[in-house]
């Protein structure tokens, strides 16, 4: 176990790296922060020069890898951070200088245990891509495919594990000073971030996301997932379909090519909202280097480390939040809210209602130009405080991904209404969901899903409470005081034991007795 010490150690090193970038600056002016907090990062800032404007991505760049990430987690968060450096966060890029190709080298090789000629017919030294994780070269396997190699880091998971449990250990004396410190819920939001970088952390995991995905949305049109190279895959080393594109983040180059931009920004909005509403599990990482679009027009997603999952009753109150954030229904929407606890009870669901009439009323019929998804998440944020709302981690990976999706989509089409190009799917999906043909079906399967459970049932009772007969059943055993029990208990009552090396001796010579005695009797028997 890490030494506090170590802790506030490391927190006071990265205050320092903050606090050269002026990124310390909002955290002293802001209100609601706790005293505790604002000494540190006084003492953290002591004797620096900061810039006018504070460069928050670049600090967290500075720090590392596992901040790079927290950072990314942050930009979602604009209630707990300010919208200033939310809006700042978005730019942060998850990128480092590449690692000496030797060590890529050795680590593939370790990794399956065989040479790297015998894997790949040839293997570019120069990475495509170089992240805080991992880093992508160009190959061509032994059987003639094109494919991409993503190698970890090495001692990428040590150094996360070290760097996340600092903040696990932050986060939990920051929520103990209780008020709007707990109401943030920051280990929650440390936990889901572990989480998520566990994940990332296991390539394999990585390729099972992208296969699973490939499953969900195989009859989508006009979305691909690259092909995984199951035999060059393993836990540090994932090996995948290359793929011959345009970057989404590449505007020109689309135009060049002839692409329909404004079909393509709609495409890229209904395939996420198929992926979050209708597959409840999504890729949240979609950035502008994680997207391509091929000759054909088709999007080609990449890099599934960060995947997201909601169940269907966390859908179910999505889409009905949306679509009465789009339809004016703000009645429903702040019912929704109740219904899933999200607001305290001594609440009002009128008082709610109003509330996000205030945030809603702005952005319907309105460009994404001129309002936007994430401003409509910046109002939702604010009035969490006034109704006392806990932070929903589960639904973090969403808002990032929901901010992210709708700058691709501006930069697309800066026209484009993300109220109008939703709004039909989620009234379809919820039809298709809460229509009465939904329920008859969803009464039908519990229905039948109880009786295919009944032959189990019985079985299970019947070994929890076996017919008699056979051997007796063994009669209850009375309660034996164990020492070790007393001791405990003397210890805890403050009591002094003095004597408890005489009864560990007594103890010891009374059980070699019994001992002796069985061993005795059954020889004579």
Known sequence: MTHPAIHILRLLKWGRVLARHGALRGIERDRNAPAQVKRLCRIARFGTRQPREPDYAGAFQEVGPAAIKLGQALATRPDLVGEGPARNLLALQDSLPPVDFGLIRERIEESFGRPLDVLFASFEEEPVGAASIAQVHRAVTTDGRQVAVKVLRPRIRERFARDVGTYEWAAAHLEALGGEAARLRPRAVIDNLKRWTVRELDLRREAASASELAESMKGIEGYRIPDIDWDRTNGSVLTVEWIDGVRMSDLDALRAAGHDMPALARKLVLTFLTQAISGGFFHADMHQGNLFVRADGTIVAIDFGIMGRINRQARLWLAEILYGLTTGNYRRVAEIHFEAQYVPAYHTIEEFATALRAVGEPMRGKPVSELSVGQMLDGLFAITRDFDMQVQPHLLLLQKTMVM?????????????????????????????????????????????????????????????????????????????????????????????????????????????????????????
């Open 405 to 525: 999706v709708e700058g691709l989509a501006t930069a697309l089409d800066p026209d484009i209404n993300m109220w109008d190009v939703s709004g039909p799917f989620v009234q379809s999906w919820i039809r298709d969901e809460l229509g009465p043909e939904a329920k008859i079906a969803d009464r039908l399967r519990e229905d039948l899903g109880v009786l295919a459970r009944l032959p189990d049932l019985v079985r299970r009772i019947e070994e929890k409470f076996p017919p008699k007969g056979g051997a007796p059943e063994q009669a209850p055993l009375p309660e034996v005081d164990l020492i070790w029990r007393r001791r405990v208990a003397r210890e805890g009552s403050g009591k002094p034991d003095s004597n408890h090396w005489a009864r560990y001796a007594l103890a010891a010579i009374a059980g070699g007795i019994a001992a002796w005695a069985v061993t005795y009797w059954s020889i004579l028997g």
